[in-house]
């Protein structure tokens, strides 16, 4: 009796240690479903959560959910990219139908004689002047809407990186040897892209930039002035911009470059250790070549 006692007390044990178990495990999948959750609603599809400890069902299942939000990311700014273009192409040809004739126009009233040197020069000379710059700011935004067509090569990663690393002698560089990484994409937008992010950062007064190659994608990190979090979603958006000099219009078209090529460029929820920014260069299925 004793010995029934005891497997009694113990199939009880272990059916209570069961039903924690299972219970702490449920509640587990709960938070990874409200984190999901609020990062698809806060537009985050960066999220990758961890599979360890799970079920191999269940961590097919949240694989295939970190996978369907890296696409679900793409497609977001591919549509974000094409919307950006056909607001840009409208805005660009009705601004320049306006400020043509305006700059014409007062271009020949200051060259006639009745102007010149009177009190109606100095405006006019204003107004011809306001007008040909916002036709040379409106003209630069042409670039979002006229991308050269890629041009498709095979080329070592680590070659264009060495270029890029001696066009910045006064920043300290930590970059991984990546002779094995063979892309097969176009090597001068994609250096474009780089440069800008580059570009960026040193502008934010970095000193120390990182390029590593993670997983097929390249990652950019740099200790430049953070991105402050209330603007971190609009970095992307053609003529948002938090310098006094800038034009907002490198990271869009950064951001175009490498979706029109299927790729994507996103902004790292966390930053790589030791680093206050990180950008992510996803690249299209197929060009990334094995040696």
Known sequence: MIYIAITLALIAALATIGTVAFLHHQDTLKMRAHLMREAIRNHDFTFHLPVKGLFYGEKALQEALNDLGDDIGRLVARNEVESWQKLTRVLTHEIMNVTTPIQSISQAYIEHPSVRGT?????????NEASRNLMTFVDSYRK???????SLS???????????????????????RHEDVVLH???????????????????AGAKNMDFAWHDGQLLVSNDGAPIPAEVRMDIFIPFFTTKKSGTGIGLALSRQIMTMQGGALTLSEKARKG???????????GSIKTP
């Open 275 to 285: 680093y206050h920014t990180t950008f992510v260069l996803d690249f299209a299925p």
């Open 119 to 127: 009190s109606l020069e100095k405006g006019i000379v204003a107004i």
């Open 144 to 150: 979002l809407t006229q991308l050269q067509k890629p």
């Open 154 to 176: 095979t080329f070592h990663l680590q070659d264009l990186l060495s270029d890029i690393i001696a066009m910045y002698p006064d920043v300290t560089w930590k970059t991984d």
């Open 185 to 203: 994409t176009d090597e001068t937008l994609l250096r474009q892209v780089i440069v800008n992010i580059v570009k960026n950062a040193t502008e």
